[in-house]
């Protein structure tokens, strides 16, 4: 009989029972989303982007549906580190399963402090630093656009971190293996990728932007193929792990990321279709697993096969 | 209960041009929604419209539902094609209702266009109260369930744009005017929903003669649940959530 198909994955010295996560920004601090999901089945629960101070974000209106995908413009609206650890921490520390804590900073010192007060929480198991949200100012776009400074904010946050530190990547650069190389060089233990691409939508009768902000990220399927190419892309410049997302619906989208070269995967979007479809995924990884007769699912990080190697 | 659930289209019927009234049979038991909750509806099954649209309760009948809509752009379009048998996949109920009154309390309804959906809820929960509805259309042939209002025992009055039915005019006007004639005597609180303008023009007349008042408002939504926060309106009390803290809210609340 075969053996039990393996879904653990390790994520620099963080190991995820499965490598199924969902992605900051879509599934609260987790608690909205009990009711619909056994958070226990997750791999990780990555929550929210959090600042330091309590963020009101973008006005509205904030989301707009395209052709299978949204554009959304929240602003990173959050209810800032200290409430979270109060109010949403005692009942993340009872999922049963990893808690990643997305945050931000709006300089490098904002960064660097948030990081450090993050990495004293008893329950929290590593940390996302996002460098990338496509909603705000020129000034911060920097963080995740411009190499130097780029290196300069992971580095500094390296330093100041004690938990295993995962960067998110822009997908709104020439090169995204390029800036991957920067933060792994900078420290970072594992790689997001992608946060949403920078869109915009105009309603023809008013001829206003659609969203208040008028640009906004794009996320959903819309993005998949793109998101795919960039983990590709990344997973053959670097030697840390990726967590691929971008449009993943299915188990075989999880999957197509999987053998793109992403150890684990996020999900993000799909949460808003279907409030239990974290779940589902993991049990059609595994499905997929025992079918395929794949006994690890590491086997399959970066598994595609391509005629060529073209470098 | 589970508020993911699958729903059977019983009836999908054409009321007037563009309006639809669409009568569900979930295919398990759900919670009663209140009058203000709202349900999101999957009018496809594949990625194009991907998100689900907000409808509120329209009306409850022993364990069936009823969602009173207006075609307006892709996804309603795809709504009312819908035919009996077809199954859709469903979010609810969602939100915060509309809260009670006092129990001295008369009751003003005011609704403006499709508006008037949650409106039929809301005067049925309270229909031994014999609500006033302040009830403005465009024009007359976007009048709706004039007879089962009646039936209720609510007191319409009605205004249309062009003066096709009942007073010329917006409707916020005609409240003005019977406010200003002092014609209620008990303390009242009214509920209303309708177009931006409308609410908009009501938070000025309620702030104006001191009205307590709830209003449900509409943002677009992804979630429906709080996760997102792509649904905000502008508080007093800063960012809130249409979906959750709301769609309902007190009126003076709401920063236009
Ligand atoms: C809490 C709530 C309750 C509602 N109840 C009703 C009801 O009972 N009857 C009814 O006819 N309509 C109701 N609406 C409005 C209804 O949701 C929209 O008309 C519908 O989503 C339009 O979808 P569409 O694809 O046809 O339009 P499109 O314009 O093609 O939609 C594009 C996107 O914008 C969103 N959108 C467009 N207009 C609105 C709107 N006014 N409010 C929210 N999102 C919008 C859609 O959901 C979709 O994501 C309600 C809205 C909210 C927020
Ligand atoms: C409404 C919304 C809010 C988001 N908020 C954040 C956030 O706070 N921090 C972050 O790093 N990414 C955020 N993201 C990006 C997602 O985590 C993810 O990278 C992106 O949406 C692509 O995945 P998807 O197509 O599966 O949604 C957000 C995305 C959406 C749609
Ligand atoms: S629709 Fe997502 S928070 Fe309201």
Redesign the interface.
Known sequence: MANKPNLKVNIGKLTLKNPVMSAS????YGD??A??VDLSTLGAIVV?GLSLKPK??N???????T????L?A?GL?NIGIDNFIKKKMPFLRTCKTKVIVNFFGDSIDEYVKAAEKLSSVDGIDALEMNISCPNKQEGWIVFGTDPKVTHKVVSAVRSAAKLPLIVKLSPNVTDISYMAQVAEDAGADALSLINTLTGMAIDVQSRKPKLANITGGLS??AIKPVALRMVWECFRKVHIPIIGMGGI?TSDDAIEFILAGASAVAVG?A???Y??VTSDIVRGIRTYMSSEGITSITDLTGAIKCRTNRL | MN??FKATVVENKKLINNHYLLTLHPAVKIKKPRPGNFFMV?VETG??????RPFSIHRWIDGNFQLLYRVTGKGTKILSEKKPGNILDI?GPLGKGFPFPGKDRQVILVAGGIGIAPMYAMAESIKDKNPLLFYGTKTKKDVLLVDDFRSMGVDLRISTDDGSYGVKGNIVNVLKKYIARDSLKAPYVMYACGPAIMLMKLSGLASEYKMKGYIAME????????????????TRK??KRVCKEGPVFPIEEIIW
């Open positions: 920004g879509t599934f609260g909205e989303y009711e619909f929210k009101q974000g006005p509205p209106p904030r989301i707009a549906e052709p299978s995908g949204m959304n929240i609206q959903g399927p619906i979007t949460n808003f279709i409030p239990g | 508020r993911v999957a990625l194009d419209p991907l998100l689900k979010l943002q677009n939504m992804a979630c429906g649940i709080g996760t997102c926060l792509g649904c905000v309106v502008k800063g960012h």
